[in-house]
C-alpha cells in the first residue's frame, strides 16, 4: 500500500502500477494504460481528499490476468457521482478527464463516495496465453 500526499507519491503509484503489468508479461500499451489510470485517480484523491492510498492486488487466475489497484481517500467524498463521471465536468478548474478518462483505461472500473470518502477500483484483465 502507498500513502499518497504528493506529487511525488503519485509518481510512485503510477510506476508500481507500470511495473505490476510489466511484471505480468503484458505489453507496454497495458502498462500504459493501467499507469496513467492509476495516475489521474490518484492526483484526484490527493487534490481533493486526505489520507488517501493506492493498493495494488493481482488477483490472476488460470485464464486471465486480473490485476487490480484500489485508490482511496477519506476526503468528503463526491456530491454528484453522475456529473463526475462526465467528461469535462469539473469543480476543480481542470479539463474535466480524470474520472471518465480513467474509466475508459481499464476493464473494470467501480467507484464509491459518500461523505467518508471516496474508493475507486480499476482492474486489467486480460485472457492469459496459452
Request: aromatic content about 4%; proline content about 3%; some cysteine.
Given at each position: 500500500?502507498?500513502?499518497?500526499?504528493?506529487?511525488?507519491?503519485?509518481?510512485?503509484?503510477?510506476?508500481?502500477?507500470?511495473?505490476?503489468?510489466?511484471?505480468?508479461?503484458?505489453?507496454?500499451?497495458?502498462?500504459?494504460?493501467?499507469?496513467?489510470?492509476?495516475?489521474?485517480?490518484?492526483?484526484?484523491?490527493?487534490?481533493?481528499?486526505?489520507?488517501?492510498?493506492?493498493?495494488?492486488?493481482?488477483?490472476?487466475?488460470?485464464?486471465?490476468?486480473?490485476?487490480q489497484?484500489?485508490?482511496?481517500?477519506?476526503?468528503?467524498?463526491i456530491?454528484?457521482?453522475?456529473?463526475?463521471?462526465?467528461?469535462?465536468?469539473?469543480?476543480?478548474?481542470?479539463?474535466?478527464?480524470?474520472?471518465?478518462?480513467?474509466?475508459?483505461?481499464?476493464?473494470?472500473?467501480?467507484?464509491?463516495?459518500?461523505?467518508?470518502?471516496?474508493?475507486?477500483?480499476?482492474?486489467l484483465?486480460?485472457?492469459?496465453?496459452?
Open positions: 500500500m502507498l500513502d499518497l500526499r504528493s506529487g511525488d507519491d503519485i509518481v510512485r503509484a503510477r510506476l508500481a502500477a507500470r511495473d505490476l503489468v510489466r511484471q505480468a508479461g503484458l505489453g507496454l500499451m497495458d502498462q500504459t494504460r493501467f499507469a496513467t489510470a492509476v495516475s489521474e485517480l490518484g492526483r484526484n484523491a490527493v487534490r481533493y481528499g486526505v489520507q488517501a492510498r493506492c493498493e495494488f492486488s493481482d488477483l490472476s487466475d488460470a485464464r486471465h490476468w486480473r490485476l489497484a484500489m485508490v482511496s481517500d477519506q476526503g468528503p467524498g456530491e454528484n457521482l453522475e456529473q463526475a463521471m462526465q467528461d469535462g465536468f469539473s469543480t476543480g478548474g481542470s479539463l474535466g478527464a480524470g474520472l471518465p478518462g480513467a474509466r475508459r483505461l481499464v476493464d473494470v472500473f467501480d467507484i464509491r463516495s459518500d461523505d467518508s470518502g471516496t474508493v475507486v477500483t480499476v482492474q484483465v486480460r485472457p492469459r496465453r496459452p
